[in-house]
């Protein structure tokens, strides 16, 4: 009997390992699921970064050289490195996804 006791025990102990794996899990695809989405819907926004860097950044950049933008104006988007390595980083999440 003491042999199906511990037996009985081991099932238990890894249903349990088992139900709270399966619960973190379960938790991070929830997670990933809402930052995918969050991420889709940033479509729009990453298309209109490419086109800026390719467009009118230069010019945005050289104004704000100059002094011609408010001190206290935020211009992370003027820093190339930035601006770059967000859309490359995109660019490879993206990939990551097909």
Avoid: C
């Avoid at 819907?41 to 298309?47: C, M, N, P, T, V």
């Amino acid at each position: 009997m003491q042999h199906s006791d511990q037996k009985n025990a081991d099932a238990v102990k890894r249903v349990k390992k088992m139900e709270a794996a399966m619960d973190r899990v379960a938790r991070a695809n929830a997670r990933l699921e809402r930052a995918l989405a969050e991420f889709e819907a940033r479509g729009k926004d990453i298309a209109a970064l490419n086109a800026y860097l390719d467009g009118q950044w230069r010019q945005d950049f050289e104004a704000d050289e100059r002094g011609e933008f408010p001190q206290e104006l935020r211009r992370g988007v003027l820093s190339e490195d930035a601006l770059y390595d967000t859309l490359t980083k995109a660019d490879r999440l993206r990939g990551k996804l097909k």
